[in-house]
């Protein structure tokens, strides 16, 4: 099993802020098959990125995603408040498909 | 617009069993791999099993194997998850979502809740 570790766990910040999030693989991922998607409390996840670097549908330009192999980021260049949440990443190139633990955005 | 809609959730003793059910609609349901996910109270979001677009192939998390069963009706647009000899820390929201074969999950349901206890 692939085990995903994401740092920090919490990270107290700003809006209008840059934040990049970590997320390092056990292993090297086969295709980059990595996703990142954002909980706001009490919402079911949202696909921000797919395949380590593709904005999804409706996702703005504000987000970004970069790594390849074991270490992948997600970048916000400008923190909006409906930014403020939980994201996980989660890999698909080989079962299980295991996600990270999540980190936390608050506002400071 | 995709939709994902579970029912079957509720409270059940430890070693019960449940169906969950996942209705779909607005997609071509037959081409899309689907998944369940499931998220504790007040904890991450854990991958649960995924079944390909024809049944053909099912994985789950080593969690539950052996004691659930990920199914599909593509006549009725639906799939399921058999949950047997539940225990207390199964209880969580699990959600239905497409996608997750060599692919992202880019549709969720809204999610129901399955609580273990005596």
């Known amino acids: 099993e692939i085990v995903l570790t994401q740092s920090p766990g919490t990270l107290s910040l700003s809006p209008g802020e840059r934040v990049t999030l970590s997320c390092r693989a056990s292993i090297r991922l086969s295709g980059d098959h990595l996703a990142w998607y954002r909980q706001q409390p009490g919402q079911a996840p949202r696909l921000v990125i797919s395949d380590a670097s593709n904005r999804a549908n409706g996702i703005p330009d504000r987000f970004s995603g970069s790594g390849s192999g074991t270490d992948f980021s997600l970048t916000i260049s400008r923190l909006e408040p409906e930014d403020f949440a939980v994201y996980y990443c989660q890999q698909y190139g080989s079962a299980p498909y295991t996600f990270g633990q999540g980190t936390k955005l608050e506002i400071k | 617009e995709v939709h994902l809609l579970e029912s079957g959730g509720g409270l059940v003793q430890p070693g019960g069993s449940l169906r969950l059910s996942c209705a779909a609609s607005?997609?071509?349901?037959?081409?899309?791999?689907m998944t369940w996910v499931r998220q504790a109270p007040g904890k991450g979001l854990e991958w649960v099993s995924l079944?390909?677009?024809?049944?053909?192939?099912?994985f789950y998390a080593d969690s539950v194997k052996g004691r659930f069963t990920n199914s599909r009706d593509n006549s009725k647009n639906t799939l399921f998850l058999q949950l047997n000899s539940l225990r207390v820390d199964d209880t969580a929201v699990y959600y239905c979502?497409?996608?997750?074969?060599?692919?992202?999950?880019?549709?969720w349901g809204q999610g129901t809740l399955v609580i273990v206890s005596s």
């Open positions: 979502a497409r996608g997750g074969w060599a692919s992202s999950i880019d549709s």
């Open positions: 079944i390909r677009n024809d049944g053909g192939d099912t």
């Open positions: 607005g997609f071509t349901f037959s081409n899309y791999a």
